[in-house]
Each structure stands twice: as C-alpha cells, then as structure tokens.
C-alpha cells in the first residue's frame, strides 16, 4: 500500500489525521503506518450494534447435562469422543493472547510460574492436561495455539525452549489475533506512537476469524478436523479434548458443547448458561438481575445455577455459518494510553475511549444448539486472574494440591 492509497482509505473513515505526522517520519516507520493501515478492518467502527438489556430479552433457563447422567453414560459417550479423537476429527484452540499484567507480570500469561518448590509454568499445566488425552487414547490432537501482536514472538520462543512441554512440535500452529483500533469518544482512532495507532486483540469472540485470515481454516479443512475444544490460557484444571465431553456433544446431535460448573453462590462472577429469545445463550454476571438469581426450576434448584468456564466445542461447519452471520461488536470502555496534539504520551488516570471486542457469548447465541456439560467444580475449574483472593494463583495453587498435582 502506498500513501495515497492508505490516505483514500483513511477518509472514507473519516481517520485522515493517522498520517499527520507522516512526513516526519523514517522510511522504515512510514512503512510500518502503511502496513499497519491496510491490514486494519476500519469497516468494524461502523459495526458497532446496540446490546440489548437483560430486561429486553426474553430469558429463560437452559438445563444442563448434569453430573448423574454423565456418570451414568459415561462409558457410551467416551467410545463415542475417543472415536473423533482417532479418526483426526478434533483439534484444540487455546487462546493465549493475554499478558499477565493483572499479575504484575510484563510477559505472557501462560509464561507465569506458579510452582512453590519448582517452575510449575501455566503453559505446562494447559499441555500436560492435553497431553493426558494423548496418551490415553495414542492420537496426537492438533493443538492451535492463538497469540497476539505483543506475545507471538515471546510465547513461541518461551516454547520452543521449553520442548513444548513434550508436546509434538509437528502438531502445534501457532496463529495471531486480529487486531482492533481504539478510539475516542468521537470514534477518532488515537495514535500510541506517531507512527502506530492504537489497537487492541478484537475479543475472545475473534479466534476463529483470526484463524481464517492466517489460513488456519485451511490446514483445519485439509487435515479433516470437525470440532475445535477453545479454552483459555488461565484456567490450569481444565480437561481439554476430553473425549466423555465429545462424545456426550455428539450423541446430543448439539452444534456446540459448553463446560459448565455449578455456581458457589448466586453472584459469583461467572457467566451463565441460559436461552435467550428461545436460543442457547449465556448471561454474564453483571446483567443478571435479583428475580434470574432468585429462579428455581420444576425440581426447586437454581434455574441459572450452571456456570461457564470458556472451555467450548464448536463443530467447524457451524462455526462457518456464525462467522457468516457477523458477530455483534461491543464498545467497551477503557484508559487508552495516546498521543497528545504535542506528541507526548498520555496514560489516562480514568476511561477515554472505547476498545471494540466480538464476544465468544455471541458465538453460542448464533448457534443452532448447545449442551451445557457439567464437570466437578475442584477438579477442572482454577482460573487465575489474580495474584491472591478468589480466582487466584493462591487459589489455584491449593486446587492443584488437592488434585495431587505437585508444585
């Protein structure tokens, strides 16, 4: 792309002020703008769709497979996963594109040691859990690994040395997020450098679209793979390409699985499972409301009692049709560093702008079906987002240990 091409763009936009301080720029930072500019989707800032509120909707509850019909079919739907797993139809998609800053830590998140007598890294615990899989069955699963702009280079190096954790380089792919402007209150694309717009990861609804812009999806239609298992990076329990959660996917004739957990009280901070106008969806914690809490079921339990933990299996061909249907994008608020008219950086104390995000919720409202699949809570549920308190490394740590995983 050259200058004018990139300015022709740029007004259409109405973002002509992102080549400002182009004639002062170095060759080689000039072509970093421009580059910049033609990989960018500016289409995404007239996206932008109104939520509805929780009171807009019609919510309603969706049940979930629960514990004692799990158990009680246990042997049929692991035949069934075990199956998909040896006939190549799984892959698994972990999402790593977060820094540990919540953690006072300036690298990947998953580079993060959370052992107490040894390095007991977050990235070993996610593989070593896969690898669990591996070896009971004898297949190798495709694992793709989703980095970002800031921690592609620093993960795979930080894997590459550590031997994958034993797991076999030849099935790990590696993929970057797309990346989304931030801008003011106006919609003006704020600059971080004068030769860089601010942008941030497009949300952990954009895995799969990032996947198809590096041309991932073809290495997933060629190899024949059928389900993606997408799971963050932080919860360091959690079964991946389990093959009881397939099989009981499959054998429901359901486009997508979702891992749930029971609630460990009525506001905990996790979204919940739930139909929406008559559609899987998911309610996040903050919009439910005193009477959703307060709901029981024919049985007198909690109607939204069952808990999200962002492990999901999508089948691809539906994943296809989503993506086709346009994901809703959300303007969230945020403290955007930027440049002021004087070319100083500025950190905001409070918010000044919106970053724009599509949701992995919406992905499951866009679906046909979806089981909710209940998993014991202490033996697949540690996030860490914290350094102490709840969902923390200290909390993970004692889960770990009750699990007799050693630290």
Request: aromatic share 10%; proline share 4%.
């Amino acid at each position: 792309m050259n200058y004018e091409e990139a300015k022709k763009i740029l007004k259409k936009y109405g973002q002509e002020h992102v080549l400002n301080q182009y004639d002062t720029l170095s060759d080689q930072q000039k072509e970093a703008l421009l580059a910049q500019i033609a990989s960018t989707d500016f289409h995404i800032l007239t996206q932008v769709e109104q939520i509805k509120s929780v009171s807009e909707k019609k919510i309603s509850p969706l049940a979930a497979m629960q514990l004692e019909e799990i158990e009680r079919r246990k042997t049929e739907f692991r035949q069934i996963g075990t199956k998909a797993i040896e006939n190549g139809k799984i892959g698994a998609v972990l999402l790593a594109g977060g820094m540990g800053t919540r953690l006072g830590f300036d690298f990947p998140k998953g580079m993060y040691s959370i052992g107490i007598t040894k390095e007991v890294y977050i990235f070993e615990r996610i593989i070593r859990n896969l690898l669990d899989v591996v070896e009971e069955i004898g297949s190798w699963i495709r694992l793709f690994i989703m980095t970002s702009e800031k921690n592609n280079s620093i993960t795979q190096d930080f894997l590459k040395k550590k031997n994958y954790f034993g797991y076999d380089p030849n099935y790990i792919t590696f993929f970057v997020q797309e990346m989304a402007p931030s801008t003011d209150y106006h919609g003006k694309i704020y600059m971080e450098e004068t030769w860089k717009m601010s942008t941030s990861p497009n949300g952990n609804g954009g895995w799969f679209s990032s996947m198809e812009r590096c041309k991932v999806l073809e290495l997933i239609k060629k190899e024949g793979i059928e389900w993606l298992n997408v799971f963050a990076v932080d919860n360091v329990l959690q079964r991946i390409a389990d093959p009881v959660f397939i099989g009981a996917t499959i054998a429901q004739h359901c486009t997508v699985g979702a891992k749930v957990v029971r609630k460990a009280a009525p506001d905990e901070r996790v979204g919940v499972i739930c139909l929406e106008d008559g559609k899987p969806s998911i309610v996040e914690y903050y919009e439910l409301t005193p009477e959703l809490m307060a709901a029981t079921d024919e049985n007198g339990e909690p109607a939204y009692n069952f808990g999200v933990i962002l492990n999901y299996l999508f089948y691809v061909e539906e994943l296809i049709k989503i993506k086709e249907n346009h994901l809703p994008l959300h303007r969230v608020e945020r403290k955007i560093p930027y440049l002021d008219e004087n070319g100083h950086l500025v950190k905001p104390a409070k918010p000044n702008g919106y970053k724009y995000e599509t949701l992995v919720l919406d992905m499951i409202h866009l679906a046909d079906s979806c089981l909710p699949f209940e998993v014991v809570r202490n033996k697949e549920f540690a996030p860490i987002k914290n350094k102490t308190g709840i969902d923390s490394v200290e909390s993970a740590q004692a889960l770990l240990k009750e699990n007799q995983i050693e630290l």
